[in-house]
């Protein structure tokens, strides 16, 4: 499909619906079958830049993830995910009403083992939510909308049988 006619697509598409999710998240080194079914997620960890966020948002971000998680990730083996948030974009309010906006995310998620300390997943989870007019209340609430679009996209990645069960 060229690259005109995908846009259109993509533009009457955020018209209609208000949002369209992209992703852009794989795997960097995918985590071992047994641990997709055997692993949970017992602490997330975040770090992260000097990005334009609110005093909350790593409580936030933790509890959110963390909840999108406990849906896919239901084993007994303990794995800590190690979050490093590179980009968080929110859409400006007053262009999103004009025009559309944009929310993106960009981020590296490492799973470890708990017991030994050993990296056994590494993902790098990208999400960019593009609203038009008809969503700037939804876009407006950015740090909730990519908090829970990183856990879902993680689940999507790392423990793809859970998702496709629920």
Known sequence: MNAARMTALLGLATMMSGCVSLSRSAAVDDLPADWR????????????????V??????????RVQAKLDGCAKGERPLRLEVKLDRFDKANPAMTALVGGANVLRSQARLVDVRTGRTVGDYAIGKTIVGSRLA?????????????????ELCAQAFPTAVATR
């Open 37 to 52: 079914t055997q692993a949970r997620i017992s602490e997330v960890r975040l770090t992260r830049g000097d990005l334009k």
């Open 136 to 152: 700037v209340i939804k876009m407006g609430e950015a740090e909730e909308q990519l908090s829970d679009a990183f856990g879902e």
């Open 54 to 63: 609110t005093d909350g948002f790593d409580t936030l971000f933790k509890q």
